[in-house]
C-alpha cells in the first residue's frame, strides 16, 4: 500500500467522514475513493489537489514527500 492511500485513509478517519462524503466533496464516484484508498487506481494532479484542500495538508505530504502536514 502506497503512503498516498494509508495518508488519505488515516485522514479522512480524522475528519470523521466517509468515503462517500469524501467523494461528494470531490466530485468523483464513491468507488473512486475506496479505489484511491485501496491503492488500485492513481489520482490525477486536479484530484490531489482537491485531497489536500479537503484534509488542509500538503500535496507533498500526501504524496509521502514530506511529513510536515503543511
Known amino acids: 500500500m502506497s ?7 488515516a485522514l479522512r478517519r480524522e475528519k470523521g467522514m466517509t468515503q462517500k462524503q469524501v ?3 470531490l466530485g468523483l464516484q ?3 475513493i475506496i479505489s484511491h484508498e485501496a491503492d488500485r487506481k492513481g ?3 486536479e ?4 485531497y489536500a484542500k479537503l484534509y488542509g495538508v500538503s500535496t507533498d505530504y500526501l504524496l509521502g514527500l514530506k511529513d510536515e502536514r503543511n
Open 43 to 45: 489520482v490525477k494532479q
Open 3 to 9: 503512503i498516498f492511500s494509508e495518508r488519505i485513509r
Open 23 to 25: 467523494a461528494e466533496y
Open 30 to 32: 464513491t468507488a473512486s
Open 47 to 50: 484530484t490531489l489537489i482537491k
